[in-house]
Nanobody
Framework: QVQLVESGGGLVQPGGSLRLSCAAS????????MGWYRQAPGRERELVAT???????NYAESVKGRFTISRDSAKNTVYLQMNSLKPEDTSVYYC??????????????WGRGTRVTVSS
């Protein structure tokens, strides 16, 4: 099993910033890719940003230049720095981790989500 614990969500005014964190724990051999996705009410879950081994990143067009994803591989933790937040960024943000258990079996896990609300 792998546990993903997200933190850092909350209420922020438009133009403000938040930093999300997601720590993975469990019987982990390695994590290839960690990422953030979001899902607003009535909408499908969508990619926000991912970061792979070697620090290769991928961002949704809507967040490029405003959000930055980073990871601390030693701590199995991924971060999402969100700047210049807009009301349309309001959503539940989910952490995702893809890797291998110590038994060399692959895994793909999701966190429970953290809510971000951008409103004045």
């Amino acid at each position: 099993q792998v546990q993903l614990v997200e933190s850092g969500g909350g209420l922020v005014q438009p133009g403000g910033s938040l930093r999300l964190s997601c720590a993975a724990s469990g019987s982990i051999l390695s994590i290839d890719t960690m990422g953030w996705y979001r899902q607003a009410p009535g909408r499908e879950r969508e990619l926000v940003a991912t970061i792979a081994t070697g620090a290769t990143t991928n961002y949704a067009e809507s967040v490029k230049g405003r959000f930055t994803i980073s990871r601390d591989s030693a701590k199995n933790t991924v971060y999402l720095q969100m700047n210049s937040l807009k009301p349309e960024d309001t959503s539940v943000y989910y952490c995702n981790a893809i890797g291998y258990f110590r038994t060399y079996r692959p895994f793909d896990y999701w966190g429970r989500g953290t809510r971000v609300t951008v409103s004045s």
